[in-house]
């Protein structure tokens, strides 16, 4: 686990990277589990910012920034909502076929830039 909220952001970045590569090499319902990886990763990095305390062990975005007492604005919420049900199915495939049908370069390519509109959120919050 990351020591510092700067080391979760870099880990953020990175992730975020890794996700557009995946969805360069047509991993698309992978590129999509990295996004949400990227988002967790920097609402930890604020969490540990703000509360100067470790993160908890939770994949939920909505509870974590739920702690910080806030809530992403408008259309950036629903959004948030939506990857965060996405993690599951995504981190943990039943059907891989249904799974790609599922989420097509269109669906990814959006839900990629939309947790880029979510981290520039969250390091606005710094």
Same mark, same amino acid.
């Given at each position: 686990m990351a020591s510092s909220p700067e080391e979760w952001l870099r880990q953020s970045d990175y992730d975020m990277d890794t996700a557009e590569y995946? /969805?360069?090499g047509?991993?698309?319902f992978y590129a999509v589990f990295?996004?949400? /990886?990227?988002?967790?990763?920097a609402a930890k990095g604020l969490y540990q910012r703000r509360l100067n305390r470790v993160p908890p062990r939770t994949h939920n975005l909505v509870y974590l920034l739920g702690q910080l007492g806030l809530r992403p604005p408008g259309e950036l919420g629903v959004f948030l909502v939506s990857l965060n049900e996405a993690q599951i199915p995504t981190r943990y495939p039943e059907d891989l076929a249904t799974l790609s049908q599922q989420y097509t370069e269109e669906v990814s390519r959006e839900m990629l830039?939309?947790?880029q509109?979510?981290?520039?959120w969250i390091k606005s919050q710094l």
């Open positions: 995946m /969805l360069r047509g991993r698309r990295m996004c949400h /990886l990227a988002v967790e990763k830039r939309r947790g509109e979510v981290l520039a």
